[in-house]
Each structure stands twice: as C-alpha cells, then as structure tokens.
C-alpha cells in the first residue's frame, strides 16, 4: 500500500458525459501528478501540482483539467468524453517539487461506451 | 523514435535464472526510474537513481549517465517476479516522467 488513494476504481460512462477522479496524496506529500494509461498510448503524464499551483503540464487535452485543493487532494476532470479516453489514470505523490521517489495510487478505470 | 526506450519488450525466463532488463534514453535527465506494475494494474517504484548503482533485496538497478543507458537486473528470479517494468525519466530538472513502453517478464516455475 502506498498511502495514496484513488477513487472511483471503476467508472463507466457514455460519450459526451463528464468525470470526475479523486486523488488523496500520501500524508506529507506536496505534490500530486497524473498520468494516462491506454493500450494504444502507455503511460502518458499529464499534469502536475505542487501545493496548490499547477507545476508542469504534459499531454493533457483542453477537456481535461486538474485543480489541487488546500487539503491537498487533488481532482482530474474528464469532459465531453471521447471513446478513446478509455484508460487507467494513474496520480502519484512525491514530498519534494523537483525530481523524486514518486508512489502511485492504484488507478481509476474509465470505461467510456 | 521514443525519447526512452527498452529492451526486450517481452522476456520469458525459468525460475533461478538471472535476468537484465535495458533502458536507453535520448534527453536530458536528473533521474531515471525503474516502476513494477503487476497484472491487476499497480504501479510501485522500484528505484530511483541518478549514478552508479542502488540494490534491494535481488533487485539492481544501475546507470551509465555518459552512455544514457541503464539495467536492472532481477538474480534469482522467481514467478511472483512476473510483471512489467517499466523504463522512466525525469526530464531535466522537471518533475515531469517520459516513460518507456514496458517489458514484460513471465517466470515460469
């Protein structure tokens, strides 16, 4: 067990709907990151918070956004859903803001049908 | 071409036998990661380094910054060592990960 904490574990839902994924980060930890994982793609980084600010961005499409919140947990919303937004989403935890050890939660499931 | 690349992409191997898993990459980098994810979809971090060589337990990862090259070496395999490992960089004073595409590895009793 890592210490960090997704939910939902599964999520199923249509195109066009709007998600939403929560992060809780290891206690301590500063900085939250989220990645994509599709068969077609592998893992994929999206984007990165550290307290509170957005920190890097990778290739995060505009209907997707992220926010971290003061308690630290942060939330990735998915919009206007696409077929090929069917992945495991992967966010992660690290103390520091530079480069360091990161701990991943277990992932979210999007199914979109 | 990938800017983190691995090989083999799938390797099979008899309980006992010792096994190297290689990561090549082609940016500038302030660590290199290697990352297990079992079948159920798990990731854990393995290591984390930047020179030399780090050790846990039958597990060694080494690097060659000049050569932008790295191995992780399982001695001893065993079955519960079946998963994919997966190669990934942070960019040059960036949190941010580039990750190669995975090997998988079965051992078989």
């Known amino acids: 067990d890592s210490g960090v904490t997704q939910t939902p574990k599964h999520l199923i839902t249509a195109t066009g709907q709007r998600v939403t994924l929560r992060c809780s980060p290891r206690?301590?930890?500063?900085?939250v990151y989220w990645y994509q994982q599709s068969l077609d793609q592998g893992l994929q980084f999206l984007i990165q918070y550290y307290n509170g600010e957005e920190r890097a961005k990778g290739n995060i499409l505009e209907r997707f956004s992220a926010q971290q919140f003061p308690d630290l947990h942060s939330e990735l919303n998915l919009s206007s859903l696409e077929l090929g937004d069917s992945a495991l989403y992967f966010c992660?935890?690290?103390?520091?803001?530079?480069?360091?050890?990161?701990?991943f939660g277990p992932g979210t499931r999007l199914t979109v049908t | 071409k990938n800017e983190v690349e691995q090989s083999p992409q799938n390797l099979t191997a008899q309980e006992g036998e010792f096994i190297t898993i290689n990561c090549s990459y082609s940016v500038g980098i302030s660590a290199l990661h290697w990352l297990q994810q079992h079948p159920g979809g798990g990731i854990v971090s393995l290591f984390m380094?930047?020179?030399g060589k780090k050790k846990h337990g039958r597990l060694i990862a080494t690097i060659n910054i000049q050569e932008k090259h790295s191995s992780l070496h399982i001695t001893a395999s065993h079955p519960r060592d079946s998963a994919v490992y997966i190669c990934?960089?942070?960019?040059?004073?960036?949190?941010?990960?580039?990750f190669g595409t995975g090997t998988r590895l079965q051992v078989f009793p």
């Open positions: 206690s301590g930890d500063l900085s």
């Open positions: 380094l930047s020179s």
């Open positions: 990934a960089v942070s960019h040059h004073n960036t949190d941010k990960l580039i």
């Open positions: 992660a935890s690290s103390v520091v803001g530079g480069p360091g050890e990161q701990y």
